[in-house]
Structure formats: C-alpha cells, structure tokens
C-alpha cells in the first residue's frame, strides 16, 4: 500500500501556540484529508483538499495541499486544550479513487 | 443526518468465537467502508461498497473476514475463528462519492483473549 509520512510523530506545546505538521508520500496524491481522532472514538473530518497548491481555513486550522501533490501540511493556530487528539493525514491516488490511505498519526498534546 | 452508527461499541471475545458488527451509514451516502486500526497506527482500508455491491477487498481481509450490505443500507463485518491479532478498533465510513471526504462512525473496540 501506500505510505504516508508523517511528522511530528508526537509534539508537546504550551496553550497558546502555534502548531505546524506534515505529512509526505512518495506518491502523487489528488486529494487530500486532515482528521482528528479522540480516545475511543473515530477520526473527524477537519479540512479537505481536492486540488494542488489550495489552502483551506476551517476556524484556527489552516491546511494547504503541496504543489508538487507529494505533500500537505496542517497549522494550529492559538492552540487550546481540547486540541489534544491526534492528527492524521489522508490521501486519494490518482489511479484508485476508492479509497484513502491514512498516515500514522501526530500525537498533540497541549499544556494549559 | 444522525452520523454513521456502529455496534457494538466494545467487544470481548474468546478466541475461536465469532463475532458480527454492524454498521448504519449516513442514510444518503451510497459508499460504505471498513477500516482496521491498531494501537499507534492509523486506520487500515479493508473493504468498500457501492450500494450492495462490494467492489474491492484489502489483502488485510483474510478467508475469515467476510463483509456484507444486503440492501445498501447497513452493513455487516464477521469475523470467524478470531485470533489475538484481530484486536483492533473496527472503523466503518461513508461517503456521498467517490474521492470524497469519509465520515467515520465511533467504532467496534475488539479484544480477542
């Protein structure tokens, strides 16, 4: 399958700053997904990407997908407690558009 | 729109049982998945349906898996002869269409002892 990269791995910020994560695939994507997953529960849609060098705004995230469709990245702004979750990024290749292939995960957590 | 439901929530199983979940789409989405995610990864695909057909299985998907969505409403996960390593969270989704944004249902926490 496909593999996604993504980075940080985990982060550990203070309430109130800025967060930036990425993630990298060796492949050309043409869509690409930002979720949040909480203990227990399943992945939320944040933000969704559908063409090359557009960026998205939904509240304090700000995702954009990389011209090259090999990359994205996600930013927090002003970062709040209930930030805390992890973050996964999701691409779509562009000879299967049946499914979604989603990276490991950046773990956040936020200091109050 | 009441979200994607799935059920059980938690299951607890000898291994060797069986065990069937079921998952209730978004009513108006005719894409319907199944995803796997263990401890520390990220969802899995395994398999997906267009209405009732089923139109590609993971290689995840082993002889003891079988999936089902009879009516292209809800859908159905078995799992026979079930293993340690077939603990995991069971993820179900759906979409209104193809290269669209998945929404995902709570999932079906499995521990096989």
């Known amino acids: 399958g496909q593999q996604l990269n993504q980075s940080p791995q985990s982060m550990f910020i203070q309430e109130g700053e800025d967060v930036s994560m990425n993630c990298t695939s060796s492949s050309i994507f043409n869509t690409w997904l930002w979720y949040k997953q909480d203990p227990g529960e399943g992945p939320v849609l944040l933000i969704a990407l559908y063409k090359a060098g557009e960026l998205t705004s939904n509240g304090r995230l700000t995702a954009q997908f990389g011209i090259t469709r090999k990359d994205s990245f996600l930013n927090i702004s002003a970062s709040i407690p209930s930030d805390v979750g992890i973050y996964f990024c999701?691409?779509?290749?562009?000879?299967?558009?049946?499914?979604?292939?989603f990276g490991s995960g950046t773990k956040l957590n936020v200091k109050p | 729109d009441t979200g994607v439901s799935q059920d059980p929530r938690h299951k607890i199983t000898k291994r060797g049982q069986n065990v069937t979940f079921r998952c209730d789409p978004i009513?108006?989405?005719?894409?319907l998945y199944w995803y796997r995610q263990t401890l520390g990864q990220g969802p899995e695909f395994l398999t997906y349906?267009?209405?009732?057909?089923?139109?590609?299985k993971s290689r995840l998907l082993s002889d003891r898996f079988s999936a089902e969505r009879p009516k292209g409403s809800f859908s159905t996960l078995e799992i026979q002869r079930t293993e340690q390593g077939d603990s995991a969270m069971y993820l179900c989704?759906?979409?209104?269409?193809?290269?669209?944004?998945?929404?995902f249902g709570s999932g079906t926490r499995l521990t096989v002892v």
């Open positions: 989704a759906s979409s209104v269409r193809s290269g669209y944004g998945y929404t």
């Open positions: 009513s108006e989405h005719n894409r």
């Open positions: 349906f267009q209405n009732e057909a089923q139109l590609e």
């Open positions: 999701a691409g779509l290749v562009l000879d299967n558009f049946n499914k979604f292939y």
